[in-house]
């Protein structure tokens, strides 16, 4: 049996008097048509020749593995920060450090306890007794601050 039989059975010996039934027999062979394409055809490359030309092309797959297409370097960048990212991100951590002191005492003990502890604002607000939205709300104003003195 070939690997393509699965394809094309033979529906008239599997279901006596489907031939009765002409939209059912075309449906089931539709239905497998894709399935073979879903299976065979999206996952196999194939050559074409041109005679008059003498051309060879190959059509890769449709459907190749993560891993085949980064080692290929086909579509994917490389995972590597570029250098400019680095200088800009580096640039951005050395303002954040001179305008975070700038801060008032309470606001700089949020920040730090939520972003450089780990603590979450909801725990925050249990530990503090302020209402969960309050803190939040405080945080985003205090944010939209840092945010403010950095780009100054």
């Known amino acids: 049996m070939s690997s393509r039989d699965k394809y094309h059975p033979n529906y008239k010996e599997l279901y006596p008097g489907i031939q009765n039934r002409p939209e059912i027999l075309d449906t089931l062979k539709k239905s497998d048509r894709k399935m073979e394409y879903m299976e065979v055809d999206l996952k196999r490359g194939t050559f074409i020749y041109d005679g008059e030309k003498q051309i060879a092309k190959f059509i890769p797959s449709r459907e190749d593995s993560y891993d085949q297409m980064v080692s290929e370097d086909v579509q994917f960048v490389a995972d590597e920060t570029s250098v400019e990212m680095i200088v800009i991100r580096r640039i951005q951590i050395q ?7 700038l801060l008032e ?10 972003f450089f502890e780990g603590t979450s604002v909801r725990k925050l607000a249990k530990q503090s ?3 969960h939205m309050t803190l939040q709300n405080r945080l985003n104003r205090i944010l939209e601050k840092l945010k403010i003195m950095m780009e100054e």
């Open 95 to 101: 303002k954040l450090r001179q305008v975070l002191p």
């Open 105 to 114: 005492p309470e606001e700089y003990a949020m920040v730090n306890k939520v």
């Open 129 to 131: 007794d302020i209402p």
